[in-house]
């Protein structure tokens, strides 16, 4: 097989019923028992009872989603011995990328991962704040609208420039959801 990269995804990938085909796999199913055990709360049973919107709260998504980047990279190391040259990850991905890597174990991920979701909801109380994607527009004209639909009480900014043409911003609630209709 010829050169390949593992990148990993972060937290915004997840949705309700993610890998239900995988589920009974062993590599899959033992890393979601290791940190549902250090977690203290069932990762799966978020994940299939999204009614209250807990896969969303980053608390649970960021825990939730490197538990299913690693378990697919079990998954993957399972069945297949072709391995790739580099693996980086997105964001939340990049602890994904350093289990993969061997420089971190997942338990020591995943306990890491918990607190840092834990610091990052608690900055903002629920409903107050927000992020968006906003695609194919250049990243001046984004500043531009952040600062047009933000306001000294509500704040509006770009967060992250994934790629040219896209670009998250985050702020407060108000804003983001004006700048979305204007973009």
């Not at 995804?9 to 993610?18: D, F, L, V, Y």
């Not at 061997?102 to 409903?127: C, H, T, Y």
């Not at 306001?151 to 979305?180: K, T």
Request: proline share 3%; aromatic share 8%.
């Amino acid at each position: 097989m010829t050169n390949f990269a593992f990148v990993f995804p972060g937290q915004g990938s997840q949705s309700r019923k993610m890998l239900s085909e995988l589920r009974q796999e062993s590599s899959v199913h033992h890393v979601f028992e290791t940190a549902s055990e250090i977690l203290g709360y069932d990762l799966w049973g978020v994940i299939d009872n999204d009614g209250e919107g807990a896969l969303n709260q980053t608390k649970y998504t960021q825990p939730i989603m490197l538990a299913a980047d690693i378990a697919l990279w079990h998954w993957w190391c399972d069945k297949t011995h072709a391995r790739p040259a580099v693996v980086a990850g997105h964001s939340l991905g990049e602890f994904a990328a350093l289990v993969a890597a061997e420089v971190i174990s997942f338990e020591d991920a995943i306990k890491l991962v918990a607190k840092r979701a834990e610091f990052m909801q608690s900055a903002v109380k629920p409903g107050e704040g927000s992020m968006a994607a906003i695609l194919g527009l250049d990243d001046s004209s984004i500043e531009k609208l952040c600062l047009q639909v933000s306001s000294d009480s509500e704040v509006l900014s770009a967060a992250n420039y994934n790629c040219p043409g896209q670009v998250v911003v985050a702020g407060h609630s108000g804003p983001v959801a004006r700048i979305v209709k204007d973009a």
